[in-house]
């Protein structure tokens, strides 16, 4: 990144310190935190002390909760902008296992705060918002089903029954791949399930309700991989929830209300993984660069091949066009809000990752047998990347989405006429 694109002098401030906490503190700590998070269960047991020490210094350095904007939140989080947060994501997606958890802005907790910031009550905030906002404790958002294509959350299945008699919930439902559920710090989901299983309108049968995760009948079954990567201690795991009782009021929003927690989650929460993959995408130039600067191959450095030349500058030119994308998408999200800014937010949802993921396929390539080895980073990056195609919902589904409107407006002008 060569520009500060007229940020404010405070936003500027934040990102030369971020730079240097990222270059200096996150990135050489990635080796220690994969020595302390050990081998086998044990790797959901304990947090890496080294992770908690890069917590007080970001801290400390007014590195923390930079995703929540001042016109939303007040003083609850950095008060950046979108824009100005996009550029500091990127600089955090470097270090993309240490560096957002270390500032506490890492998924799915950034969207659980901004849930609880917009639609929690009172209590709700104070027993579950201020523990997440001092980075004390973890939390997860429970939706995806194995036995339903969760991609349509119409289909989800879990049942969420009122016990009027016990002013309590009654909640059964099979979830997987719920990112934070093996965190040993991970005190809370957020489960969508039908409260309204026979309303008429498919989009008011969800209910979105918080389930403490020591509640009797909660069980985190195991954790999943991606490629081979658990991503633990965090995890993304199988969790069941049998005969799970927790008071009516644990619900959010109010009953049938689930979709509407659903847009206003996961809107800016899409585009701050795609601001996170462009850092992903110049860590792995630049390890790029230094290798084709430094091997030789028939004669020659391969920077000197003109396949490899060509395989830089489309790279550049990928990294170039995915940071267009979102900082244009952020930039129209301050100016009109989320909704208003859908169209350019689907563009990047679905374009971003395809354009990191390729960076990073062309930087394996050029780095030869070590670019898919567990020795560099490049492999785990790519197996991030690819998720980013589906996790948050496939770029599919957001593609056929995104055609469907685009023709809808055409016809909705043309009838003007
Ligand atoms: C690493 C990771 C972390 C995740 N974290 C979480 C989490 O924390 N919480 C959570 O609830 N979920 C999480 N998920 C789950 C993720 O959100 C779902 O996998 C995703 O929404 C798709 O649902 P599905 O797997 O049931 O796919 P399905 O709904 O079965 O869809 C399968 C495929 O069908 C195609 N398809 C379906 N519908 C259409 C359409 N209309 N147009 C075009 N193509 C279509 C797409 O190619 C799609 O990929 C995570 C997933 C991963 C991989």
Request: proline residues 5%; glycine residues 8%.
């Amino acid at each position: 990144m060569t520009s500060n694109y007229g940020i404010s002098p405070k936003a500027q401030r934040i990102l030369k310190v971020l730079k240097e906490f990222v270059e200096n503190d996150c990135i050489p700590a990635e080796a220690t935190f994969n020595q302390q998070i050990g081998k086998g269960e044990a790797r959901f047991q304990i947090v890496p002390p080294v992770l908690e020490q890069l917590k007080v210094k970001a801290k400390t350095l007014g590195l923390w909760n930079l995703f929540l904007g001042e016109e939303e939140y007040g003083t609850l989080g950095a008060g950046l902008t979108n824009f100005e947060y996009a550029l500091m994501a990127e600089q955090m997606g470097r270090s993309i296992r240490l560096a957002p958890e270390a500032c506490n802005c890492s998924a799915p907790d950034t969207g659980n705060m901004e849930v609880l910031a917009k639609y929690g009550s009172d209590a709700q905030k104070q027993r579950w918002l201020t523990p997440l906002l001092a980075g004390e404790i973890r939390s997860a958002f429970a939706m995806t089903e194995p036995n339903v294509a969760s991609s349509d959350a119409t289909n989800i299945g879990t049942s969420i029954v009122r016990d009027e008699k016990t002013a309590t919930y009654l909640i059964n439902g099979h979830k997987w791949w719920i990112t934070g559920a093996g965190d040993p710090r991970c005190q809370f989901f957020f489960v969508v399930g039908q409260t309204n299983p026979s309303h008429p309108n498919p989009y008011q049968r969800q209910s979105v309700v918080l389930v403490p995760a020591k509640t009797p009948g909660v069980k985190v079954v195991r954790p999943l991989e991606v490629f081979g990567y658990d991503d633990a201690p965090s995890g993304h795991c199988e969790v069941t929830f049998e005969n799970v009782r927790v008071p009516v009021d644990n619900i959010i929003l109010g009953e049938g209300r689930g979709f509407e927690v659903l847009q206003g989650r996961l809107g800016p929460g899409r585009l701050h993984h795609c601001m996170r993959a462009i850092g992903l995408a110049e860590r792995a130039m630049d390890l790029t660069l230094a290798r084709i600067t430094s091997r030789t191959a028939f004669g020659r450095k391969l920077a000197e091949n003109a396949v490899v030349m060509h395989q830089i500058a489309t790279c550049r030119m990928n990294v170039e066009q995915a940071r267009l994308l979102v900082l244009h998408a952020a930039g129209k999200m301050d100016r009109v809000g989320p909704k208003g800014a859908q169209r350019e937010i689907a563009i990047a949802k679905i374009r971003v990752p395809n354009l990191v993921l390729k960076v990073i396929d062309d930087c394996i390539q050029m780095h030869g047998a070590a670019g898919v080895g567990a020795d560099l980073i490049l492999a785990e990056m790519y197996a991030g990347a690819r998720t980013l195609r589906i996790a948050d919902g496939p770029d599919d589904v957001h593609l056929s989405q995104f055609g469907r409107n685009e023709i809808k407006k055409y016809l909705a002008q043309k009838a003007k006429l």
